[in-house]
């Protein structure tokens, strides 16, 4: 047999390069390749495949960590973040048997050898962490009860600053070479890149969120300084409609919808209000309330996330039996969305009249006027089935 490469550990011969080696799995053969990067590039589309399909950070966190600790055959790893003032490391996933140990431990910057490469942005490949004056044992080791004996840390950096480092420990005893090399240290660099877009991809994705939920806020606010309703109207219409579409099953896109709609759908007493004080410089109340649905739909018309919600808001007046407004639709030509949202519009209304009647009266007794008209009405102003899941599900679990 024509030998062309052998593998550096066992010597294990080769006809072809590149070939895994049977023997020590990951030791390098052929001229200049070595088996591990071939480990190492599969394992890199692999999650590169995970990153596109993983919005979980905890998850894709420790899918690299895991692989990190894989390729450079080590007995533990982490990833830590720097706190929002840069003053500490904190654990955000952490592998080997001593994992769950570290998860509460905090370092500080000034100290250890993750707080150097935090605070330098610079990686280490300490091979005897006993001769690192840097190193303290008193930071992680004394409370996991891990004892490190070498360690690669790396930077993760985002926009030249570091956002957190990674770290494996301990080269496996019985790993080829027996110590960390240069090859360990890229692998690590490269996963800490990966790790550092999924953190700040989250992070972004997490403040958008926020973002939107914050202005949903503001919104309902500004609905209720106009609005002739009871304050919290918006969130108590948007709480009970979502209630109802999970009992009816609806999930995803369209229940979504149903939360953005239910609580912006009194968003055109603020535009209706606008456009007849431009118009007229006079309000008639009676054309406000009219008009509002339509132009609620109008103004959210060309918000593309809340574009779906408009068809909702626009009909949250409609009437099962066909006499409502705009449109005076009837029954399923109404849609299922806005049957909810109208339904739950009707007996807040109930709530808001028993209360005005008297200041005094109780939830439970807000709650029996409110289910009394909703029986009165099953089938005439409203959906049966809208109904049903009320009176069935969601009104008692309220009281
Ligand atoms: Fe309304
Ligand atoms: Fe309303």
Same mark, same amino acid.
């Given at each position: ?197 999924? @953190?700040? *991809?989250? /992070?972004?994705?997490?403040? #958008?969120? &926020? ?5 949903? +806020? !503001? ?127 009707? @007996?807040? *209304?109930? /709530?808001?009249?028993?209360? #005005?009647? &008297? ?5 439970? +007794? !807000? ?33």
């Amino acid at each position: 047999m024509a030998i062309l490469a052998k593998c550096s550990a066992c010597e294990e011969p080769f006809e072809r390069l590149f070939k895994f080696c049977p023997n020590c799995g990951l030791s390098v053969v052929g001229a200049g390749f070595t088996d591990k990067a071939g480990v190492a590039v599969r394992d890199l589309f692999d999650i590169a495949k995970t990153f596109s399909a993983v919005l979980d950070l905890e998850v894709l966190l420790q899918k690299i960590s895991a692989t990190a600790e894989k390729l450079t055959q080590s007995e533990a790893s982490s990833v830590m973040l720097l706190d929002t003032n840069k003053e500490y490391l904190y654990f955000k996933t952490a592998g080997g048997d001593k994992a769950h140990a570290v998860q509460t431990i905090k370092i500080p910057v000034q100290h250890g050898i993750a707080g150097w490469v935090a605070k330098n942005a610079q990686p280490l490949l300490i091979e005897d962490v006993a001769k690192d004056p840097r190193f303290s044992a008193a930071l992680a080791d004394d409370k996991s009860g891990f004892k490190t004996r070498s360690i690669i840390c790396v930077p993760m950096i985002f926009q030249d600053e570091a956002i957190g480092v990674m770290e494996v420990l301990n080269k496996r005893r019985n790993a080829p070479g027996g110590k960390f090399m240069q090859d360990d240290l890229d692998i690590l660099q490269s996963l800490a890149g990966f790790a550092a877009v999924s @953190i700040v *991809n989250s /992070r972004l994705t997490q403040d #958008q969120k &926020n973002f939107f939920a914050n202005t949903m +806020e !503001i919104l309902g606010a500004a609905i209720e300084t106009i609005s002739k309703n009871s304050p919290g109207h918006g969130w108590r219409v948007a709480q009970t409609s979502c209630t109802i579409a999970r009992r009816l099953k609806i999930t995803g896109l369209q229940y979504k919808t149903i939360y953005y709609a239910s609580l912006l759908h009194d968003i055109g007493y603020i535009g209706a209000h606008k456009q007849m004080i431009q118009k007229s410089g006079a309000i008639s109340m009676e054309k406000v309330e009219l008009t509002h649905p339509s132009v609620g739909a109008d103004m959210v018309s060309t918000i593309r996330l809340l574009s779906a919600a408009g068809p909702l808001i626009e009909a949250h007046h409609e009437l099962w039996n066909g006499s409502g407004f705009p449109q005076g639709l009837k029954q399923e030509s109404i849609p299922l969305g806005a049957r909810i949202i109208s339904f739950v519009e009707q @007996i807040e *209304n109930v /709530r808001d009249k028993a209360k #005005q009647a &008297n200041p005094k009266i109780t939830e439970p +007794e !807000i709650r029996a006027k409110m289910e009394q008209y909703a029986s009165e009405n099953i089938d005439i102003l409203f959906d049966p089935q809208v109904v049903a899941a009320y009176l069935v599900e969601v009104s008692p679990s309220l009281t």
